[in-house]
């Protein structure tokens, strides 16, 4: 019991510390750890997992605000897509078969994958899209941050909002249907989709994800999912993790984040496309 | 608006979410603290505090478990701070169309956690 307390600060700081630097919530990591290698109930696991996405999303938060790393109001704005997404898949759990979506939203993670491999091979590295759109002036979404590794501003916009929009809709759709985090969907939606550049991408998803689990965590706050025995330490653990990650990410390089990114997407989708067809781990 | 003032709103929301999440944290680790000075949670095997009822009572009585619960339960409450104080900073930079839209985000946040409660 008291040795466990310390498995789980540990566990946590863990999580914390890669959930920060890639902008996903960390339940993919925590959940497997507490259920498989634990034994613990995945009721229990999934009410501490979205503990730790909340403490992932504030902990990186401080830091990403401080540095000028995020978008305020492209996460703002997305913000409402995925509430309300994510609000109308909890009321429609039932209407959609479950392994439908978990070998569609499986194979759209795979999808990505080979995107960001191509990406990565690409000889033109990390592009900036610094073009003009519409909708992108029109909400004044175009910012700039400065990049430590590079030691430079980098100056940026975006287009496709309205794609990204969707996405981050069908995100949160998922994650209420689901029961799922929806990190990586966020940083696909803002990298993949609207060309934001990969590190702003993953400091919003940091803070919108936190936002998105708030929604839902008193669901599990009142039903008796989140046990403080687990939780407690778990959070204090995560909430340190994201603070060393959320100042790693800085000095990384965008390609090694991208780097770390492929083989968690990637199997994130084999588990997604896996579990629709009845095959869990 | 120009890039100094979103500094400015970013700067605020920055300082506030770090006290909300200083605080919850120092909360949690007292409830840890507690457990090994009573050296137990306070309530009988696989129990602990779900309603707040409940919860407020037994950190009256500095019950361990019902301390760390409170700390948890403020830790979901730093994103909401973080969005209320968005609207306020975005009021205070006189951009209107993101007070609206974040107005737009803490109305459904606080739908989806009223809910949660009932449902």
Redo the contacts between chains.
């Keep these: 019991m008291?040795t466990s307390?310390l498995l789980f600060v540990v566990i946590g700081l863990f999580a914390g510390v890669l959930g920060a630097i890639l902008g996903i919530g960390g339940g993919m990591i925590i959940t497997p750890i507490l259920t498989i290698m634990m034994g613990l109930d995945i009721k229990y696991a999934i009410g501490a997992s979205i503990?730790s996405v909340?403490?992932t999303?504030?902990?990186a938060?401080?830091a990403y605000?401080?540095d000028?790393m995020?978008n305020?109001?492209v996460a703002?704005?997305l913000?409402?897509a995925t509430?309300?997404g994510?609000?109308m898949g909890?009321l429609l759990v039932g209407l959609f078969s479950s392994t439908f979506l978990y070998v569609l939203f499986g194979f759209f993670l795979l999808y990505s994958t080979y995107n960001m491999i191509r990406k990565l091979m690409s000889k033109k590295g990390e592009t900036v899209f610094t073009g003009s759109d519409k909708a992108v002036e029109k909400?004044?979404l175009a910012?700039?941050y400065y990049d430590k590794a590079e030691k430079k501003q980098v100056d940026y916009s975006m287009k496709n909002v309205p794609g990204g929009f969707i996405m981050m809709w069908a995100a949160g759709l998922a994650s209420g249907l689901l029961g799922i985090g929806s990190g990586a969907f966020k940083v696909i939606a803002m990298d993949t989709i609207m060309k934001m550049p990969l590190k702003p991408s993953s400091a919003t998803s940091n803070?919108m994800m936190?936002?998105t689990?708030?929604?839902?965590?008193?669901?599990?706050?009142?039903?008796?999912s989140?046990?403080?025995?687990i939780?407690?330490?778990l959070?204090?653990g995560v909430?340190a993790g994201a603070t060393i990650g959320a100042r790693l990410m800085q000095v990384l390089k965008p390609k090694v984040i991208r780097m770390i990114f492929v083989p968690i997407i990637l199997y994130m989708g084999v588990q997604m496309v896996l579990k629709g067809f009845g095959v869990s781990f | 608006?120009k890039?100094e003032e979103?500094?400015d709103?970013?700067?605020i929301?920055?300082k506030i979410?770090?006290i909300?999440?200083v605080v919850s944290?120092i909360v949690?680790?007292l409830?840890?603290v507690l457990?090994?000075v009573n050296g137990g949670?306070g309530y009988s095997d696989g129990e602990?505090p779900?309603?707040f009822g409940v919860m407020f009572q037994g950190v009256a009585q500095g019950k361990?478990?019902a301390v760390?619960?409170l700390?948890?339960?403020l830790?979901?409450?730093?994103?909401?701070l973080?969005?209320v104080v968005?609207i306020y900073a975005f009021a205070k930079e006189r951009d209107v169309?993101?007070v609206y839209?974040?107005t737009?985000?803490l109305i459904?946040?606080i739908?989806?956690?009223?809910?949660?409660?009932h449902?």
């Design positions: 008291d307390m503990i909340i403490a999303s504030s902990g938060t401080i605000l401080k000028d995020l305020l109001r703002m704005f913000e409402i509430t309300v994510a609000i909890a909400l004044r910012d700039s803070l936190g936002v689990a708030a929604a839902s965590a008193t669901v599990y706050f009142f039903n008796g989140i046990r403080p025995d939780a407690g330490p959070a204090i909430l | 608006m890039k979103m500094r709103v970013e700067l929301i920055g979410l770090r909300g999440v944290a949690i680790i409830g840890i457990y090994f949670g602990w779900q309603r361990s478990y760390i619960m700390g948890i339960f830790l979901i409450l730093t994103p909401v973080r969005v968005s169309l993101y839209i974040t737009a985000v459904i946040l739908f989806a956690m009223v809910f949660g409660y449902g």
